[in-house]
C-alpha cells in the first residue's frame, strides 16, 4: 500500500506545481479529440464516411462502460449483469413515452400527462435504474466479491426473461415500439423535415448525435468531480483495503449502494436515449453478451481510468460497429481478386462478424494474463481488487525453501 | 389421483436431469473447493462434450442411427460398444481440455485476487462457445436416437400414467457409478487426500510436500472428465445440442452447487438433484419459460440468505 499524498490532484493543491510537459500534452491531446468529435457530423458528411449511425449507438455504448467504471473501477465490485440496469432504464423511458404501454390508456388527461414528455421521461429513467441499483444492492452488497458478481449475473438473466414473459405490459419479443423522441425547439429528432425558426431543415440523426454528446460530456464531468469527491475516495479506500476503510469510519455498504445506485442511473439515460434512437427495444438487446461486452471496454482500456475507459469502449466499438464488417468485406474483395475459384471460396468464408465472442472472450484472457491494469493503467491504482499482479512466480521448492523446511519435495511439472 | 401421477412424472424427469446437473455441478464445487474461483466455463466444456460425443457416434455408425431412429425396434448390441467409446472419448476429451484452460488462463492469476481468474474465466466461456459454433453451427443439432424409450412401468405390466423409460434409467447407470467411483476417489486415494489437503490449506500442503500445481490440474481433470461423461448422456437423454446449452446448464449447475454448499461434495449433489427436480416441477405446474427465472431467482435468493449452502458449514472438509 503505497502512501499518495495527492488524493485529489489540481484543485486543491496549495502548492503552485510547474507545468509537467507531459501534462500539457495530455491537454492537448483531449483538446484535439474533443474538437474532432464535436466537428464530427460534418467531417462525416464532407469526406462520405458514413459511420454517423455507428457513432452514436457507439457512445452511448462508451458512456455505458463509463457508468459500469464506477462499480467495477472506483468500487472494485464486479457486475455482471449491468445490462439489465440499461434494460430498466430503456423500459422506464419506454413506458412512459410509448403508445403501446399500458400506461398510455391512463396517463394522458390525468395529472400527470407531463410524464409522456421525453425529457421527463429520461429523468425518471435515471432515477428508476439508480432505484433499481439501489434495491438489487441493499441485500446483495455484503456479499464476498464473486457471489456478488453473480448475484448480479442472475439479475442480468432474470430481467430479460421477466420482460420476455410478461407480455400484456412489456410486449414481450416483439418488444415497444414506438417510442417517445427528444425534442427541441418544437422540433422533434429523427424527423424530417425539421422547421425551426422558418427554415426547414433535413437533419437526419445529426441531434441524436450531439444529444450523446452531450450526455455523454455531462457524463464524464460528472464521473471526475465523483472520483475526486469524499465519496470517490471512499470507494478508492474500500477497493484497496475495505477493513482498513471500515476501520476509518467507512461504512462500507453505504459507499458501495452509492456506486451502485449511480454507476447503474448512468445506464438509464443512456438506456433512454438508446430507445428514442432506435424507436424500438427488445428483451434480447440486454442480454449477458451485451454486459459482458460492457465489461471488456471497461477491462480492456484500463479499470479505473476514464480515458483509458474511453479507449476501450473505442476500440472494442469501432471493431464491432465498423471495422468487423469492413474487414470481412476486404479479405472477401481480396479473395476475389486472386480469381482462383478455391482460394476465393476460401477467403469469403472468412467471417470476423461470426467470430465476435471469439473476439471479445481473447481479449478478456489476454488481458487479464498479460496487462491485467489495462492499456491506460489508472496512476493511483496499483494494488486494486481487479489489478492484483500475479506473484505465483516462486517456485515450489524455493518457496519450502524459504520456509526453512526439509520436507523433500514432489519435482514440479 | 391423476394430479398425483403428473407429479410423479415430473418428479422422474427431475431426478434424471438432476443427476446430469450433479455432475456438472461436482465440476464447479471441486474447483471452487480447491482453488476457490468460479469456472465460468465449465458449462462449456460440458457443451464441447456433447459436441464432441456426437462426433464420436456418428464417425463409428452413422448407419446404425438411421436403425436405431425408430424407438419400438430394439437396440442392436454393438451400439452399447460405440457408447462406451464415446463416452470414453468425451470424458478424455473434455478432460484435457479443463487441464489445458486451467494451465493456459487461471494459473498465472491464483495468487492474485478473486476477480482476476474470474474474468479471465468469462473470456475462456466466450471462446469455447465461439469454438462450438464453429463446430457444430448456430443452430442446436439432433443427438443420435441410441437409447430407445421403453417404457419400464408398462413392461412391467402396471398400468399408469407415470412412464419411467430405459432413458431415464440410463442417465442412473452412467451417472451414480461415476459420482460413487470420484467420492472414493477423493476419501481413499492417495491423491484424494492431496486434493483435500490442499482445499483446506494450500501453503500448508505445499510444505508438506504435496505439489500444488499437480493436485490443481488433477481437479481439473476430473471435473472435466464428468463434464465429458454428462455432456453424452445429456444429449442422449434430451436428444439435442447447441452452443448455448452450456451457459444455461451451467447456471443451473452452478446454482445446484451453491445451494448444497459450495466446495462440498455431497452438497453438489443434494443441490443437483434439488434444482433438477425445481427445474421439472417449474417446467410441469408454471411453464417452461419460467424455469430460468425460478432458477436464477433461487440463486440469488441462496446467496443472499445464506450463501454457505445446506451443507455450506463444514468448510474444513470441503473437497
Same mark, same amino acid.
Given at each position: 500500500?503505497?502512501?499518495?499524498?495527492?488524493?485529489?490532484?489540481?484543485? =486543491?493543491?496549495?502548492?503552485?506545481?510547474?507545468?509537467?510537459?507531459?501534462?500539457?500534452?495530455? =491537454?492537448?491531446?483531449?483538446?484535439?479529440?474533443?474538437?474532432?468529435?464535436?466537428?464530427?457530423?460534418?467531417?462525416?458528411?464532407?469526406?462520405?464516411?458514413?459511420?454517423?449511425?455507428?457513432?452514436?449507438?457507439?457512445?452511448?455504448?462508451?458512456?455505458?462502460?463509463?457508468?459500469?467504471?464506477?462499480?467495477?473501477?472506483?468500487?472494485?465490485?464486479?457486475?455482471?449483469?449491468?445490462?439489465?440496469?440499461?434494460?430498466?432504464?430503456?423500459?422506464?423511458?419506454?413506458?412512459?413515452?410509448?403508445?403501446?404501454?399500458?400506461?398510455?390508456?391512463?396517463?394522458?388527461?390525468?395529472?400527470?400527462?407531463?410524464?409522456?414528455?421525453?425529457?421527463?421521461?429520461?429523468?425518471?429513467?435515471?432515477?428508476?435504474?439508480?432505484?433499481?441499483?439501489?434495491?438489487?444492492?441493499?441485500?446483495?452488497?455484503?456479499?464476498?466479491?464473486?457471489?456478488?458478481?453473480?448475484?448480479?449475473l442472475g439479475f442480468g438473466e432474470i430481467v430479460p426473461r421477466l420482460v420476455k414473459n410478461l407480455e400484456p405490459w412489456t410486449k414481450g419479443v416483439k418488444g415497444m415500439s414506438p417510442i417517445g423522441r427528444p425534442y427541441l425547439?418544437?422540433?422533434?429528432?429523427?424527423?424530417?423535415?425539421?422547421?425551426?425558426?422558418?427554415?426547414?431543415?433535413?437533419?437526419?440523426?445529426?441531434?441524436?448525435?450531439?444529444?450523446?454528446?452531450?450526455?455523454?460530456?455531462?457524463?464524464?464531468?460528472?464521473?471526475?468531480?465523483? =472520483?475526486?469527491?469524499?465519496?470517490?475516495?471512499?470507494?478508492?479506500?474500500? =477497493?484497496?483495503?475495505?477493513?482498513?476503510?471500515?476501520?476509518?469510519?467507512?461504512?462500507?455498504?453505504?459507499?458501495?449502494?452509492?456506486?451502485?445506485?449511480?454507476?447503474?442511473?448512468?445506464?438509464?439515460?443512456?438506456?433512454?436515449?438508446?430507445?428514442?434512437?432506435?424507436?424500438?427495444?427488445?428483451?434480447?438487446?440486454?442480454?449477458?453478451?451485451?454486459?459482458?461486452?460492457?465489461?471488456?471496454?471497461?477491462?480492456?482500456?484500463?479499470?479505473?481510468?476514464?480515458?483509458?475507459?474511453?479507449?476501450?469502449?473505442?476500440?472494442?466499438?469501432?471493431?464491432?460497429?465498423?471495422?468487423?464488417?469492413?474487414?470481412?468485406?476486404?479479405?472477401?474483395?481480396?479473395?476475389?481478386?486472386?480469381?482462383?475459384?478455391?482460394?476465393?471460396?476460401?477467403?469469403?468464408?472468412?467471417?470476423?462478424?461470426?467470430?465476435?465472442?471469439?473476439?471479445?472472450?481473447?481479449?478478456?484472457?489476454?488481458?487479464?494474463?498479460?496487462?491485467?491494469?489495462?492499456?491506460?493503467?489508472?496512476?493511483?491504482?496499483?494494488?486494486?481488487?481487479?489489478?492484483?499482479?500475479?506473484?505465483?512466480?516462486?517456485?515450489?521448492?524455493?518457496?519450502?525453501?524459504?520456509?526453512?523446511?526439509?520436507?523433500?519435495?514432489?519435482?514440479?511439472? | 389421483?391423476?394430479?398425483?401421477?403428473?407429479?410423479?412424472?415430473?418428479?422422474?424427469?427431475?431426478?434424471?436431469?438432476?443427476?446430469?446437473?450433479?455432475?456438472?455441478?461436482?465440476?464447479?464445487?471441486?474447483?471452487?473447493?480447491?482453488?476457490?474461483?468460479?469456472?465460468?466455463?465449465?458449462?462449456?466444456?460440458?457443451?464441447?462434450?456433447?459436441?464432441?460425443?456426437?462426433?464420436?457416434?456418428?464417425?463409428?455408425?452413422?448407419q446404425a442411427v438411421k436403425r436405431v431412429a425408430n424407438k419400438d425396434q430394439p437396440p442392436i448390441p454393438e451400439t452399447y460398444l460405440w457408447l462406451v467409446v464415446a463416452l470414453i472419448t468425451s470424458m478424455v476429451f473434455c478432460?484435457?481440455?479443463?487441464?489445458?484452460?486451467?494451465?493456459?488462463?487461471?494459473?498465472?492469476?491464483?495468487?492474485?485476487?478473486?476477480?482476476?481468474?474470474?474474468?479471465?474465466?468469462?473470456?475462456?466461456?466466450?471462446?469455447?462457445?465461439?469454438?462450438?459454433?464453429?463446430?457444430?453451427?448456430?443452430?442446436?443439432?439432433?443427438?443420435?436416437?441410441?437409447?430407445?424409450?421403453?417404457?419400464?412401468?408398462?413392461?412391467?405390466?402396471?398400468?399408469?400414467?407415470?412412464?419411467?423409460?430405459?432413458?431415464?434409467?440410463?442417465?442412473?447407470?452412467?451417472?451414480? %457409478?461415476?459420482?460413487?467411483?470420484?467420492?472414493?476417489?477423493?476419501?481413499?486415494?492417495?491423491?484424494?487426500?492431496?486434493?483435500?489437503?490442499?482445499?483446506?490449506?494450500?501453503?500448508?500442503?505445499q510444505l508438506m510436500g504435496i505439489d500444488i500445481n499437480r493436485t490443481i490440474a488433477l481437479t481439473f481433470l476430473l471435473g472435466g472428465a464428468l463434464a465429458g461423461a454428462a455432456g453424452l448422456v445429456s444429449g442422449l437423454y434430451?436428444?439435442?445440442?447447441?452452443?448455448?446449452?452450456?451457459?444455461?446448464?451451467?447456471?443451473?449447475?452452478?446454482?445446484?452447487?451453491?445451494?448444497?454448499?459450495?466446495?462440498?461434495?455431497?452438497?453438489?449433489?443434494?443441490?443437483?438433484?434439488?434444482?433438477?427436480?425445481?427445474?421439472?416441477?417449474?417446467?410441469?405446474?408454471?411453464?417452461?419459460?419460467?424455469? %430460468?427465472?425460478?432458477?436464477?431467482?433461487?440463486?440469488?435468493?441462496?446467496?443472499?440468505?445464506? %450463501?454457505?449452502?445446506?451443507?455450506?458449514?463444514?468448510?474444513?472438509?470441503?473437497?
Open positions: 500500500m503505497q502512501t499518495d499524498i495527492r488524493m485529489t490532484p489540481g484543485r =486543491r493543491s496549495y502548492v503552485e506545481e510547474p507545468a509537467d510537459p507531459q501534462q500539457t500534452r495530455n =491537454r492537448i491531446l483531449q483538446a484535439t479529440a474533443f474538437a474532432f468529435v464535436v466537428a464530427y457530423p460534418f467531417l462525416d458528411l464532407l469526406f462520405g464516411w458514413q459511420a454517423l449511425l455507428a457513432f452514436i449507438p457507439m457512445m452511448l455504448m462508451i458512456t455505458l462502460a463509463l457508468g459500469l467504471n464506477i462499480v467495477v473501477g472506483y468500487a472494485g465490485l464486479l457486475d455482471l449483469g449491468y445490462a439489465a440496469f440499461y434494460a430498466i432504464g430503456a423500459y422506464a423511458a419506454a413506458f412512459f413515452t410509448s403508445p403501446n404501454s399500458p400506461l398510455a390508456s391512463v396517463l394522458p388527461g390525468s395529472p400527470f400527462a407531463w410524464m409522456q414528455d421525453f425529457w421527463v421521461s429520461m429523468v425518471m429513467a435515471v432515477l428508476v435504474a439508480g432505484c433499481a441499483g439501489a434495491i438489487l444492492g441493499a441485500p446483495t452488497l455484503r456479499l464476498r466479491g464473486d457471489y456478488l458478481a453473480l448475484v448480479t425547439f418544437g422540433c422533434q429528432f429523427g424527423v424530417d423535415p425539421c422547421e425551426i425558426l422558418g427554415m426547414k431543415l433535413k437533419l437526419g440523426m445529426i441531434p441524436y448525435y450531439y444529444l450523446t454528446l452531450i450526455v455523454g460530456a455531462i457524463s464524464i464531468f460528472a464521473i471526475i468531480r465523483l =472520483r475526486n469527491s469524499r465519496l470517490g475516495r471512499a470507494w478508492a479506500a474500500i =477497493r484497496d483495503d475495505e477493513t482498513a476503510a471500515q476501520g476509518m469510519g467507512i461504512n462500507p455498504v453505504t459507499t458501495k449502494l452509492w456506486a451502485f445506485s449511480l454507476g447503474a442511473s448512468f445506464s438509464g439515460a443512456t438506456g433512454a436515449i438508446f430507445g428514442a434512437y432506435l424507436q424500438t427495444i427488445s428483451p434480447d438487446q440486454f442480454e449477458y453478451s451485451t454486459s459482458v461486452i460492457v465489461l471488456c471496454m471497461v477491462i480492456l482500456g484500463g479499470t479505473g481510468n476514464i480515458w483509458g475507459v474511453m479507449l476501450g469502449g473505442l476500440l472494442i466499438q469501432s471493431f464491432d460497429r465498423i471495422f468487423a464488417e469492413r474487414l470481412t468485406g476486404w479479405v472477401h474483395k481480396a479473395g476475389a481478386l486472386t480469381g482462383d475459384p478455391t482460394i476465393t471460396a476460401a477467403f469469403n468464408s472468412f467471417d470476423l462478424l461470426k467470430s465476435r465472442l471469439l473476439v471479445f472472450g481473447l481479449c478478456l484472457v489476454l488481458i487479464m494474463n498479460l496487462r491485467p491494469q489495462g492499456i491506460l493503467p489508472n496512476r493511483k491504482r496499483r494494488e486494486t481488487a481487479l489489478t492484483d499482479l500475479p506473484e505465483d512466480d516462486v517456485a515450489p521448492d524455493e518457496a519450502v525453501m524459504i520456509a526453512g523446511a526439509t520436507v523433500p519435495t514432489e519435482k514440479p511439472r | 389421483m391423476l394430479t398425483f401421477e403428473y407429479f410423479l412424472q415430473q418428479l422422474v424427469t427431475g431426478l434424471a436431469n438432476g443427476m446430469l446437473i450433479t455432475l456438472v455441478a461436482i465440476g464447479y464445487t471441486l474447483v471452487y473447493g480447491i482453488v476457490e474461483m468460479i469456472n465460468f466455463a465449465h458449462g462449456d466444456v460440458f457443451m464441447l462434450g456433447a459436441f464432441s460425443s456426437v462426433t464420436t457416434l456418428q464417425a463409428l455408425g452413422a478432460a484435457t481440455l479443463n487441464v489445458l484452460i486451467e494451465r493456459l488462463a487461471y494459473r498465472r492469476l491464483r495468487r492474485g485476487s478473486r476477480m482476476a481468474p474470474l474474468i479471465s474465466a468469462i473470456g475462456v466461456s466466450f471462446i469455447l462457445q465461439n469454438v462450438g459454433i464453429y463446430w457444430k453451427g448456430v443452430s442446436p443439432i439432433n443427438f443420435p436416437r441410441y437409447i430407445p424409450q421403453i417404457d419400464l412401468v408398462k413392461a412391467f405390466g402396471i398400468d399408469s400414467f407415470v412412464r419411467v423409460t430405459t432413458k431415464d434409467v440410463f442417465v442412473f447407470v452412467v451417472t451414480v %457409478p461415476l459420482v460413487i467411483a470420484l467420492t472414493l476417489f477423493i476419501q481413499r486415494t492417495k491423491l484424494g487426500k492431496a486434493m483435500r489437503a490442499t482445499a483446506q490449506d494450500r501453503d500448508a500442503a434430451n436428444n439435442t445440442a447447441g452452443f448455448q446449452m452450456g451457459f444455461s446448464y451451467g447456471l443451473n449447475s452452478f446454482t445446484a452447487a451453491v445451494l448444497g454448499g459450495i466446495g462440498n461434495l455431497n452438497g453438489a449433489m443434494l443441490g443437483g438433484v434439488f434444482i433438477g427436480i425445481l427445474g421439472a416441477m417449474s417446467d410441469g405446474y408454471l411453464d417452461a419459460r419460467w424455469t %430460468p427465472v425460478v432458477i436464477f431467482g433461487t440463486l440469488n435468493l441462496v446467496l443472499i440468505i445464506r %450463501p454457505s449452502g445446506i451443507l455450506g458449514q463444514d468448510l474444513a472438509e470441503r473437497a
